[in-house]
């Protein structure tokens, strides 16, 4: 995560970090909103910003920094498993299954693997596809 030009962006990051498990999710997202501007390659300051956004119970805004962390960072879980919650927050379950399929598909999962277990879900990796009752139609 680290930008060599920018010694002090750990301990910022950091410091967004406290605030953000101490519930100031303002402060915290303003500092990484100001990280992200100054280091615009460090993707993973989209993700964390995302997953802020979504933690401050701003999901319509967090969809689509967390939809731009899991297009790029495509095999790294974290992404994934926050976009999947916030689509499924926001009652996008049909999206909220496609992105689970699509990084299903490719990589394996502890996350997903016990949240297709509390929803009684499979997913079967030959034909990449999730089957369940409840499952809405358009997903796999």
């Known amino acids: 995560m680290t930008d060599p030009g920018d010694a002090d962006l750990a301990p910022r990051f950091a410091e967004a970090a406290v605030l953000a498990n101490a519930e100031r999710f303002d402060e915290a997202i303003t500092l990484l909103e100001r990280l992200r501007?100054?280091?615009?390659?460090?993707v993973h300051l989209t993700g964390v910003l995302g997953a802020t956004l979504y933690r401050a119970g701003r999901l319509n805004e967090a969809v689509g920094l967390l939809t731009?962390?899991?297009?790029?960072?495509?095999?790294?879980?974290?992404?994934?498993?926050?976009?999947?919650?916030?689509?499924?927050?926001?009652?996008?379950?049909?999206?909220?299954?496609?992105?689970?399929?699509?990084?299903?598909?490719?990589?394996?999962?502890?996350?997903?693997?016990?949240?297709?277990?509390?929803?009684?879900w499979k997913f079967d990796r030959d034909t990449g596809t999730v089957t369940e009752a409840q499952l809405p139609e358009s997903a796999g």
Do not use: M
Not at 37 to 42: A, I, L, M, N, S
Not at 99 to 120: A, C, I, K, Q, W
């Open 37 to 42: 501007d100054e280091h615009p390659t460090v």
């Open 68 to 120: 731009q962390a899991a297009a790029a960072a495509p095999h790294k879980e974290l992404p994934s498993i926050a976009l999947f919650h916030c689509l499924w927050d926001l009652d996008r379950h049909s999206e909220a299954c496609d992105e689970l399929v699509r990084f299903l598909r490719s990589n394996e999962s502890d996350l997903y693997r016990e949240l297709l277990s509390d929803l009684g």
